[in-house]
């Protein structure tokens, strides 16, 4: 069974339909949309500010999703969108991730930057603190730049795909 835990007074909100894998770690302030997954070892943590997830996400194996304090002189909240993948051991700091995205395994995104809707994030990536990236955008390297736009058909084969491929692996565990 998932490690589920209360932490300052803040349980987490857990989405219908939503399949946590038995080493994930779910703390505090985090809310989960619906048909979601969070698998093996991955942690969200919102300990010190809010982590918020929409409805048919999943954050894949040794993902970590974290924040700033809201009392520090930056803080930050995880808010990501519907429709998104997050990678094998990537790392979610504090950033805001729209809707349809892809981060890469192993991509880090630091506090207060956005990806922008239907953006990917290639495996390996550091997006700095307080970027923005632009909608529909491969980016790559470190520091992350953007490398190319991708068209509407690009997105759907590999993004929305990822996100309904986990709901289909999601499937076989419950």
């Known amino acids: 069974m998932a490690i589920i835990k209360s932490v300052r007074g803040k349980d987490p909100v857990i989405g219908e339909g939503t399949f946590l ?30 982590i918020t997830i929409g409805d048919r996400t999943n954050i894949q194996d040794g993902a970590v999703i ?6 520090s002189k930056n803080p930050s909240q995880t808010h990501i969108g519907n429709d ?32 922008s809707s239907g953006c990917i994030v290639a495996a390996g990536a ?14 790559a390297g470190v520091p992350a730049k953007k490398v190319k736009e991708i068209s509407a058909e690009q997105s759907r084969e590999i993004v929305e795909r990822t996100a309904r491929d986990y709901m289909l692996y999601a499937s076989w565990y419950k």
């Open 84 to 115: 998104v993948s997050v990678g094998h051991n990537a790392v979610i700091h504090g950033a805001i991730i729209e809707d349809r995205c892809l981060i890469g395994m192993g991509a880090v995104v630091l506090d207060n930057a956005v990806v």
């Open 126 to 139: 550091l997006v700095l603190s307080g970027a923005k990236l632009e909608p529909n955008s491969i980016y």
């Open 21 to 50: 894998a038995e080493n994930s770690t779910i703390i505090g302030d985090v809310t989960i949309g619906r048909d979601c997954s969070i698998w093996y070892g991955a942690v969200l943590r919102g300990d010190v500010n809010t």
């Open 66 to 71: 974290h924040t700033l304090f809201d009392g």
